[in-house]
């Protein structure tokens, strides 16, 4: 496990598109694992920009989701299908079929999970996972408590994240109280896994799962049994 920390919240999400940039050159072939919140944003503007650029392309690149509200579809502004596009697939040459964002309208979402899983697996599994950090230790929408063995299915959201994220909706509008999630067994067959922390508000988080001990109430604390994890941070949220 390798800690990177940054002086500001600006340079560690540089550190962190320079890593995938470095991954993507190297392999163009590759599989990612990708995230949503506000923390990957500049990240992702980066990419974008990289894209640009000509420093990377995503035409060969196959692309999975961590995560999905049930019950939202890409023509809900909150739903992470639209985001994707907003932030990344709308910018850049990832064909479509190449894209995967588990279904949050599919009928049946146990199934939905399941084929997710068979298609991380046909694909040859993830080579780089890009991660974030929630407020209360989750990766993905994995939340305290989840099974370190766990895959791809429907999960409960906490109070404390459907709090967190009630800023994504509209006031009249009610976050989603479950999700399909990529589980942290999924996650921890990655190759290569980054997570990205900034802000003082993920300072507890961090210090939770970097201290150990690797414990179901620290989802984040799963990562010491991953094979290769670099934690890059910001001042604020290494609480230094
Ligand atoms: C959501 C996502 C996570 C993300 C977390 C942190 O709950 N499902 O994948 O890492 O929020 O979000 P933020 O970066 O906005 O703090």
């Known amino acids: 496990m390798e800690v990177i920390v940054k002086p500001t919240a600006e340079a560690a999400s540089a550190h962190a598109h320079d890593l995938l940039v470095a991954h993507m050159q190297r392999s163009p072939a590759t599989v990612l694992g990708l995230p949503t919140g506000a923390t990957p944003l500049p990240v992702y503007e980066r990419l974008v920009a990289s894209f640009r650029a000509g420093l990377i ?5 196959t692309t999975f989701n961590l995560d999905e509200y049930l019950g939202l579809g890409t023509q809900h502004a909150a739903s992470y299908a639209s985001y994707m ?3 990344l697939f709308d910018h850049v040459d990832c064909p479509p079929s190449q894209r995967h964002i588990p279904d949050g309208l599919a009928k ?3 199934q939905e999970a399941l ?5 991380i697996l046909a694909a040859g599994g993830i080579d780089f996972m890009l991660l974030g950090l929630g407020h209360n230790g989750h990766i993905g929408f994995n939340e305290p408590g989840s099974d370190f063995a766990s895959r791809t299915r ?5 109070p404390s994240t459907l709090a967190a994220n009630k800023s994504y909706f509209a006031q009249d509008q009610s976050p989603p109280k479950q999700a ?3 589980g942290i067994g999924t996650i921890l067959e990655a190759q290569t896994i980054v997570i ?4 003082a508000s993920k300072a507890e988080a961090v210090v939770r799962s970097l201290a150990g001990p690797a414990t179901p109430a620290v989802p984040g604390s799963a ?11 910001d001042r604020a949220s290494a609480g230094s």
């Not at 990562?223 to 941070?233: D, G, P, S, W």
Request: net charge positive; charged share 20%.
């Open 85 to 87: 596009k907003r932030v």
């Open 57 to 61: 392309t995503f035409r060969t690149t």
């Open 115 to 119: 084929a997710y899983e068979a298609a």
């Open 180 to 182: 399909i999630s990529m």
């Open 223 to 233: 990562l010491h049994l991953a094979r290769n994890v670099i934690f890059v941070l």
């Open 196 to 199: 990205l922390a900034t802000g």
């Open 154 to 158: 429907l999960v409960d959201l906490t």
């Open 108 to 110: 049946d979402p146990q």
